[in-house]
């Protein structure tokens, strides 16, 4: 039903991906840098991160035999190396998510570049190889951007929400894999109240919220499409949500037909079936350059 | 049980219209004038709609046989003629929904008239037919209103939320059939968790969302009322939404009696039930020309 | 298990009243001084209220032969005389909730004289009587309230939360029943999704929302409680809801001992176990007449 | 599965303490400290806890045989002798939550010295004993909080997020036991729509609410874990609730194998596992003294 599926490797009838977004307190320090010192059980809840959550997420996936990937901030490359390289010794993947968990659509060019590099050097650091992948913090993907992934020789993004299968994004000089996703696959939206964050939003039982997330894994399996989690160890790696996790893993495994696989996996097959004759939609970035002329926006937005 | 009933064509007992908003990135450009051109995820979150949910609609409703109605802004038109080409080839309806999403509440008269009509000729240009319908971006409908609807000679407005059955509004010097909604219809409640435009709402599963619209419905088929959704491609055309809507269509013939039709169908069908004698309520608009004198409001609403 | 229980009527467990706050645009109003005539959708919705949904309830509870309790503006008292007359005319109680639904408690002393004292005129000159029940619109009772309350000899007000059966609050110079809800009985946190008033909650279906109602009402049996709604015509006389109205009232009946009553019906019921010897708390208002001195409040509230 | 774990005593699987925060109207006099007396229902809302919850809970728990703990600021302890009596009475322990509620992290150093020992002060004066445990008002543990602490010799810290099972905090001096929660154990998350304090989220029924606490209680169960709410009278202690708690109560003595237990008798417990050799974290507080330096933020945080 869809248009113009991809094939997946060896039959599979979609791809899964549980990736995590391992913040810690880079949260806190970019969105309070003048009083993060000072929110210290706010603190303690996202060192929950790295410190509980990442042991118990590493050790389900184990278990089950997945490799899946993470997206860290090279700050927290830096505060958190046990964690660092729990993952990476059990054979995931490290990508690209800022250095501070930065918004980079509201810096400078120069700014974005800055905070990129030195992120990237701070993975090269950790892990001893450049990543190929990158996640734009908040989803704050800016018209700077792909030049930057481009530059650095990155394989595949997965900031944008286009499409629910991959496709390719570039700048005229270079192009990346796409491995999109939806804020529906983000356990943010089912899990977390947290005023400091803005975030006022219901908590829901992990059997709702799997719910949801199942819900799109069937459309997925159904349509062939990529399920891509965005979740957050402090948040579905607490005990109750990552047995409810480990549930839904193994009901994707009994469907069967499920390609679990590391986002560079999927970008390097992505790429195989473009060189296979696959012609996949392309988006040459940015969509504008500049502010639209002539909008009528009178007082504009929200409230009222 | 309701006062005043209108008779359905055929002996249908109540009338459904599932129709869509395509805003794609209108909602950005308004929102954000000035900075939605470095908002490139949430471009690609809304260029979905047009290049991926509208395909898999159209399909999903040429499957079923229906012919619905789409509301897309001026600027719309010009940005996807793909989109738009699919949608009326198969026979839907293209009505009016401003030109950039403009809340037309807060704009002066002159400023309405100026993207009123430059959506009407947008309109005109890609379809070839001046639009029988409008539906108030964001629900601004002003008090200036009513009267380019009159003027533009157009059929009915679908913003306003008076009633559950079809009813006149007028200005004293023309009228338009009015088919109402409720936010209940509305999928933003249902699935939207956005920051950027102010939607901090938990996401549901289509399982319990459906839950709320198929009540609407059985509420509808019981007391003869219109059924009139608003939903939006990049919305509820994703995968598992959409199943869950072919599920709810499927649910709607079951029962049997429905009337799926076009608004502007049903339109037609309101005038020639007033032409064989029924008697609509009529709103005169605006109800006010100015604030109400000596409201005593302290210092007014939220919060505390 | 309550302590000090009160003895309802006839062996009765418990006390039922679903009433009603038919708001219409008043809310539009006072909360919009300068630009509510410039929101035609949003006042349609409002009038939906007497014009469509208040000849349903009235319907609905003269198919179960009940009479409850409205309470309404003293401005909608002059802008809705048939839905006014509808409502009196089958037996049910219109009490004060005053003029334009201010916010009393941001209103000087003189002010809100002014618009209680206006209200009760509108009451009585619509119904003939004086109101005896009172509910502080949006819950902002002030300071000074109970002073009017007293000084009009009202027999009841119905705008507090303290307890979960009657009591008594006074001003030293005369006393009234008070008859306290909770947020947990108002329909607007269930059904209400409406940025314009603040209210970004999620849509709940009739049948969810029911769960929360019902299991108030459950423990107001088990309890010998007072379960006292405080809903909106245009939020739950919604055709759907109504429905699950008249389920929810079906389910109460079936129970069994439940007493169906108005408001003044119970407050004279109250007088009168007062009087056979129930001795009930009495709260002396207002609990403050000015700030706490020396509250070492720092940066006080939210966020952050 | 968890990394190492505690040992409950008596082969105890887990631990639950069903702690409540009492507060009273201190939240109103923290938020609004200059319009508090005329926010008339708000503040019966707020004395429900004391006055209609609090002998609800204190008989419910004593059918049950448990002794919990509960919270409660300085000023509470001044203002409601009986509750304080009713549940000191009753076994339960009286725990340090500041004297005003106060968001301490907003304080200077000597302010937050000042609320601190005023609140140790009263509870001495109304208990004759010193508390033995403390809970940051509104999670705000700020940098010097561990400090006081120490200082005062209380022997556990409950403000925190940092874990699933108990910590040591210490500032070098001394060290406390950190017996941390999750805002899922939170009643705030699941009942309270207040727009007053920037609440605004749907009341979930008592089942609903349910399957969230019991969730995490059964991961508690299965991992070995400390369950910990953070409930407050006014809202848990409405009848319906208050009957949900128990059946999640009996619920949990029939799977077996459960501590309830105060909150003060686990720290015990902890400390006599470190005698016995045990070695949990210690985290050294605060995180960090002043703010990160050279963090990029752009514009930083909400919205957009």
């Known amino acids: 039903m869809i248009e113009n599926p991809i094939k997946w490797p060896n039959g599979y009838r979609c791809a899964v991906n549980f990736s995590f977004d391992m913040d810690a307190e880079s949260l806190l320090h970019i969105y309070f840098p003048d009083t993060a010192h000072n929110r210290v059980a706010m603190a303690s809840r996202l060192r929950y ?10 050790d389900a996936f184990e278990r089950h035999d997945l490799r899946q990937t993470f997206f860290i901030p090279g700050w927290c490359m830096e505060q958190y190396p046990r964690a660092i390289a729990l993952i990476a010794d059990h054979g995931h993947e490290i990508a690209h998510h800022g250095y501070m968990h930065e918004k980079i659509n509201q810096l400078t060019r120069e700014e974005e570049r800055t905070v990129f590099f030195r992120a990237l050097d701070s993975i090269v650091k950790a892990t001893g190889r450049t990543p190929r992948g990158f996640r734009a913090p908040s989803g704050a993907f800016s018209r700077h951007t792909v030049d930057f992934l481009v530059e650095a020789g990155l394989d595949y993004d997965a900031s944008l929400d286009g499409h629910d299968i991959p496709y390719l994004i570039g700048n005229g000089q270079g192009t990346l894999v796409e491995l999109p996703h939806d804020a529906t696959m983000d356990d ?24 949801v997330f199942r819900a799109e894994f069937d459309a997925a399996w159904r349509h062939g499409l990529l399920w891509n989690a965005v979740w957050h160890p402090f948040v579905s790696g607490r005990a109750a949500r990552c047995d409810a996790m480990i549930e839904l893993i193994e009901y994707m495994k009994s469907k069967g037909g499920v390609w679990f696989a590391r986002l560079d996996e ?6 195989s079936e473009i060189a296979a004759g696959w012609k996949p939609r392309v988006d040459r970035l ?10 009528i926006a009178g007082n504009g937005v929200l409230p009222g």
């Open 49 to 58: 991160g790295p410190e509980v959550a990442v042991p118990l997420i590493v």
């Open 188 to 211: 943010w939206t089912q899990y977390v109240c947290l005023r400091e964050f803005g975030y006022m939003l219901p908590i829901a039982s992990p059997e709702r919220a799997t719910e």
């Open 266 to 271: 999927i970008a390097t097959h992505v790429r």
């Open 286 to 295: 940015p969509y504008r350059d500049a502010p639209l002329p002539g909008v």
